[in-house]
C-alpha cells in the first residue's frame, strides 16, 4: 500500500480526503518519491490525474532507487511517498498514514504451489507458513496489510 510520511515531530498533513492529500502535495516545499518503484510509477500517474503533475515535478526530489523517507532526514523533502512498508523502515520519520481509499494503491502478492513442482510437499509447507498466524503479525509488523 502506498503511503505518505514527514520528519518525526513535524505537523502530518491532512490526507483523509483525495482532495486534502492533493492540498497537502501541493501545498509542501518538496516531495520525494522514486521513478523506479511500483509507488513512484503510480504517484507519478495520479498526480497527472489529479492535474497536478507539473506543479509537483518542480518541486520533486527524485530518487533513482532506495528509500524517499531518507530525504525527509536529510531535510531535502517535507513529505515522502512511498511503499508504506519502506517509509516505515527509515529511522526519524513518522507515516502519516495511507493514501485516501480513492486513490489508494495496493500492491497484492499470492504464493500457490505448481503442479509440476517437483517438491510439492515442501511447496505446500511454504504456502502454509507464509500465511501462518506469525507470518500475520510479521507482515503487520513491516507495514504491510496481510489478506488471506
Known amino acids: 500500500m502506498v503511503g505518505l510520511a514527514v520528519l518525526a515531530g513535524k505537523p502530518k498533513p491532512d490526507i483523509a480526503t483525495t482532495e486534502a492529500f492533493r492540498q497537502a502535495v501541493l501545498s509542501c516545499s518538496a516531495i520525494a518519491y522514486s521513478r523506479a518503484g511500483a509507488s513512484g510509477i503510480y504517484f507519478e500517474k495520479l498526480i497527472d490525474r489529479l492535474g497536478i503533475g507539473e506543479a509537483v515535478r518542480q518541486k520533486a ?45 495496493v500492491t497484492g502478492f499470492s504464493a500457490a504451489v505448481l503442479r509440476s513442482s517437483p517438491r510439492q510437499e515442501q511447496a505446500r509447507q511454504l504456502v502454509q507458513a507464509l500465511s501462518s498466524a506469525d507470518a500475520m503479525k510479521a507482515y503487520a509488523a513491516a507495514g504491510l496489510s496481510p489478506r488471506q
Open 61 to 105: 526530489v527524485v530518487i533513482p532507487e532506495g528509500l524517499t523517507a531518507e530525504k525527509l532526514v536529510s531535510g531535502e523533502a517535507d513529505l515522502a511517498i512511498q511503499q508504506i512498508s519502506e517509509l516505515i523502515m527509515v529511522k526519524g520519520v513518522e507515516l502519516v498514514g495511507p493514501l485516501p481509499p480513492e486513490v489508494a494503491s
